[in-house]
């Protein structure tokens, strides 16, 4: 087992977290199991695990979890066409070690040092994918049938999961992970975000900045709510385009690095008008 006492996420990177989420973390991380993380998307779950690996000095590896993703992915694959083509042209093809491909959670089992593994939207996967990660997760090993082989993790890894909770995960997954929701931040939780990516910013074009988007996020039927690294980019786009404070008072600037919808973008102009509306320079 690793030795726990100095494996601790701090609030040095650039990555802002409530002290309730970095208590989480490292109970998670003391506790020895998988740190489910839910919440909307732009919440920072993903950035999470970059700050933990950043913050302890530790490889990050990242399984991005698909519709069509398998558990078996995460652990090896055994390439059989390349085998039956090789031999087809003559090669020797008897070291059947060749032809197995190990996921990223195969790496991290076989890494020489602890690592920090991601496994990134776990809800886009079938209902059947997290459970059967459960023994793998458990026993920290498996059996790779082609070579009868089991490997066994060196180190632990430091599992960060992240959903953003378009299906429910199954109770015995969910038993065995530290679980943690990321609110999205309020005011003041966003302008330490916004402090911690700009060096020297405006003030009070972070406020107007900040109000208009917090009241943005209030209209109603909005099918895609703008996030805190639209904020980041909207905020950017604005110095850019060298935009005044007094503007964003009375109109929407670049509202396309917002909104992402024609429709979203017509609803905000409904509620505003006429102090809002679209606004190009």
């Known amino acids: 087992m690793e030795n726990t006492e100095n494996m601790r996420l701090n609030n040095n990177t650039s990555y802002v977290a409530s002290q309730e989420l970095l208590d989480v973390v490292n109970i998670a991380i003391t506790l020895e199991k998988p740190l489910l993380i839910k919440g909307e998307p732009g919440t920072g779950k993903t950035m999470l695990a970059h700050a933990i690996a950043e913050s302890m000095n530790k490889p990050l590896l990242i399984w991005n979890i698909k519709s069509t993703t398998k558990a078996q992915d995460g652990l090896y694959t055994y390439d059989v066409v390349q085998r039956l ?18 996921g990223k959670m195969g790496e991290a089992f076989m890494s020489d040092e602890q690592v920090v ?8 996967a079938d209902l059947e994918f997290p459970n059967d990660l459960l023994w793998e997760m458990d026993q920290m090993e498996f059996y790779v049938k082609e070579t009868h082989e089991t490997i066994r993790a060196n180190h632990r890894p430091i599992v960060i999961i992240t959903s953003n909770a378009e299906k429910e995960l199954p109770d015995a ?21 916004i402090s911690a990516h700009f060096d020297h910013i405006d003030e009070d074009l972070v406020n107007q900045a900040m109000q208009t988007f917090y009241k943005i996020r209030e209209v109603k039927n909005l099918s895609k709510r703008p996030s805190t690294s639209e904020l980041i980019d909207w905020l950017r786009a604005l110095i850019a385009g060298g935009i005044n404070p007094d503007v964003i008072r009375k109109a929407l600037p670049y509202s396309g690095v917002l909104l992402k919808k024609d429709q979203d973008i017509d609803l905000v102009e409904k509620e505003f008008h006429p102090n809002i509306r679209r606004h190009v320079h």
Request: charge should be negative; aromatic fraction near 18%; proline fraction near 2%.
């Open 85 to 102: 083509y090789d031999s087809q042209f003559g090669e020797n093809v008897d070291d059947i070690r060749k032809y197995i491909h190990y």
């Open 173 to 193: 997954f969910l038993r065995r992970c530290i679980f943690h929701y990321i609110q999205f931040p309020d005011a003041n939780q966003m302008k330490k975000i």
């Open 117 to 124: 593994l991601l496994i990134d939207e776990i809800d886009k």
